[in-house]
T-cell receptor, first 109, second 116 residues
């Protein structure tokens, strides 16, 4: 059975801290891994990763994929209260996107 | 260039009633996905459709749930005889099949169904 597992389930940090979110997967027919941010409404797309070892960056967020060890990390540096959200990891298995349970990040001022 | 449009945003139904959720895909997109999100959980795949055809309904409960995407008009997710356990957020995403899996899915704002 295909699995996408995220850790931790939740964490609380203070503004300015750095957070690292983990996503491991065991799937057949892996195509790509995606990260989304969800704040009480639609998940919004952050990154799509298909190749190992190539870091993707967008401002204070970055992500990397390891296809040998079957995991990805999402880093957020210099966190702000606006980063508080659920971060979802998902894997394209064929044409279907399979999601992990998410990591809830709370950033306190 | 509107994104994926879902309505209603919120829907309240009593047990035993029917719920109809609508999704209009992005312009130029011919395929639609439906996902369900229970409280404190990730999104669970329900069904993948193209116009007038269901491609994959492996995530749909066997009873009371159905989905369609007619030639004209939005995709409809229909839940008959709703029960409290159907209370969830239902999200829709759309795609061009030729872009999969090299393009991300973009989601609508969801319909939050509450069964009382």
């Amino acid at each position: 059975e295909d699995k996408v597992v995220q850790s931790p389930l939740s964490l609380v940090v203070h503004e300015g801290d750095t957070v690292t979110l983990n996503c491991s997967y065991e799937v057949t027919n892996f195509r790509s891994l995606l990260w989304y941010k969800q704040e009480k409404k639609a998940p919004t797309f952050l990154f799509m990763l298909t190749s190992s070892g190539i870091e993707k960056k967008s401002g204070r967020l970055s992500s990397i994929l390891d296809k040998k060890e079957l995991f990805s990390i999402l880093n957020i540096t210099a966190t702000q209260t606006g980063d508080s959200a659920v971060y979802l990891c998902a894997v394209f298995i064929g044409y279907k996107l399979s999601f992990g349970a998410g990591t809830t990040v709370t950033v306190r001022a | 260039n509107a994104g994926v449009m879902q309505n209603p945003r919120h829907l309240v139904r009593r047990r035993g009633q029917e719920a109809r959720l609508r999704c209009s895909p992005m312009k130029g997109h011919s395929h639609v996905y439906w996902y369900r999100q229970l409280p404190e959980e990730g999104l669970k795949f329900m069904v993948y459709l193209q116009k007038e055809n269901i491609i994959d309904e492996s995530g749909m409960p066997k009873e009371r749930f159905s989905a369609e995407f007619p030639k004209e008009g939005p995709s409809i997710l229909r839940i008959q005889q709703v029960v409290r356990g159907d209370s969830a957020a239902y999200f829709c995403a759309s795609s061009r099949p030729e872009s999969l899996p090299n393009s991300p899915l973009h989601f609508g704002n969801g319909t939050r169904l509450t069964v009382t």
